[in-house]
């Protein structure tokens, strides 16, 4: 009987510990679809939870500092400008700042010998 209390316990606890993990893991309901986020080369990860839950993308900070750590070690995040267009999980986020996937299309410009600076102005628009 007290073996069968003490299962019973154990696996609430696990079941609302997994619970309250995919709770907070999940995009909030407000998510800024589109929302563009600079990560400045010195930032912590520590800022960038906080900026990150500040501009409502990740649900916890904890969570997010965890998973990064988890996918790169105390490397902490890269720097640079990440488009967030759909919800994510914070497991996404964590991997996608860990290891630089900015979300961004990269275009190819290809400026040929010999213009202006205006003519050059005229290509990059």
Same mark, same amino acid.
């Given at each position: 009987m007290?073996?069968?209390?003490?299962l019973h316990?154990?696996a609430s606890?696990?079941?609302?510990?997994?619970?309250?993990?995919?709770?907070?893991?999940t995009?909030?309901?407000?998510?800024?679809?589109?929302?563009?986020?600079?990560?400045?080369? =010195?930032?912590t990860?520590?800022?960038?939870?906080?900026?990150?839950a500040?501009?409502?993308?990740?649900r916890?900070?904890?969570l997010?500092?965890?998973?990064?750590?988890?996918?790169?070690?105390?490397?902490?995040?890269? =720097?640079?400008?990440?488009?967030? =267009?759909?919800p994510?999980?914070v497991?996404?986020? =964590?991997?996608?700042?860990?290891?630089?996937?900015?979300?961004?299309?990269?275009?190819?410009?290809?400026?040929?010998?010999?213009?202006?600076?205006r003519?050059?102005a005229?290509?990059?628009s």
């Amino acid at each position: 009987m007290k073996k069968s209390r003490l299962l019973h316990s154990i696996a609430s606890v696990i079941v609302i510990t997994c619970s309250v993990v995919m709770f907070f893991s999940t995009a909030p309901s407000g998510f800024p679809r589109g929302q563009i986020v600079t990560i400045e080369k =010195a930032s912590t990860v520590s800022q960038v939870a906080d900026e990150l839950a500040t501009l409502g993308i990740i649900r916890s900070p904890f969570l997010y500092k965890i998973y990064t750590t988890v996918f790169h070690g105390n490397k902490g995040v890269q =720097a640079g400008t990440y488009l967030f =267009a759909e919800p994510q999980t914070v497991i996404r986020l =964590a991997y996608r700042t860990a290891y630089g996937v900015r979300g961004l299309d990269k275009i190819k410009i290809t400026i040929p010998e010999g213009p202006t600076s205006r003519e050059m102005a005229a290509i990059l628009s």
